[in-house]
């Protein structure tokens, strides 16, 4: 359970609570199953902050630094993620259905596996993260840079991939069926080639699909 004195001091002042992180730097907040439903928390320091069980449904971290911070089970569905640190972040069980992180740093964070169906990802940055099998349906990814992203057998079914940077990121098998990829950057033959596409799909300008028959398909470049 969490440490009753850190929930209340979190609760209480974001800048008292920032300025006892930086009096007592080997101390872990403690905010393991804590109610911060709605709780406003921008640019809050909760790095390495054990958060797991945590209700954050609606809460607002918006600038926070949540490096290697821990949200095991934790909710944070309808919470306001937007430009906070998230690099080592521990997401295992986490609930993020309507969450935001526009212009987080999510590089090399572990999303594997994960339902995060119609979370918003818009100019955060991507790069070596990993979606693996991931659930990204109707996820929104406008100017993200996507670069060597894992996103093999990911579900980006409707998802919203204009005007992202997508070299280097693995689609194997990812489901892209009408998802939006017009103005994407860097996207090449090989890579649409090796996930599933369907006729609603959009791709970039410079690609085009061949249709051979229903489901069989040739990308090239024009």
């Not at 907040?29 to 449904?57: S, V």
Request: proline content about 1%.
């Amino acid at each position: 359970m969490a440490t009753s004195g850190h929930v209340i001091l979190l609760k209480k002042s974001i800048v008292e609570w920032n300025r006892w992180r930086e009096d007592y730097r080997n101390i872990q907040p403690d905010l393991e199953g804590a109610d911060l439903h709605d709780a406003d928390l921008r640019n809050a320091d909760l790095k390495k902050a054990i958060f797991d069980g945590a209700n954050l449904k609606g809460a607002n971290l918006q600038g926070a630094d949540l490096g290697k911070a821990f949200f095991i089970d934790a909710d944070l569905k309808g919470a306001n993620l937007n430009e906070t640190d998230c690099r080592g972040v521990l997401f295992q069980g986490t609930k993020f259905r309507g969450c935001t992180f526009k212009k987080a740093n999510l590089r090399k964070v572990d999303f594997s596996d994960l339902d995060l169906r119609e979370v918003d990802f818009r100019e955060a940055d991507l790069r070596k993260t990993n979606l693996v099998k991931s659930n990204l349906q109707e996820a929104r990814f406008f100017k993200s840079d996507l670069r060597d992203t894992l996103l093999s057998e990911a579900n980006l079914a409707s998802a919203y991939l204009s005007s992202a940077l997508m070299q280097g990121a693995q689609l194997q098998l990812a489901n892209l069926n009408q998802a939006v990829l017009r103005y994407s950057m860097n996207l090449t033959p090989e890579q649409v080639q090796s996930a599933k596409i369907d006729h609603k799909t959009k791709v970039p300008h410079y690609l085009e699909i061949h249709w051979e028959s229903e489901n069989d398909f040739r990308c090239e470049e024009k």
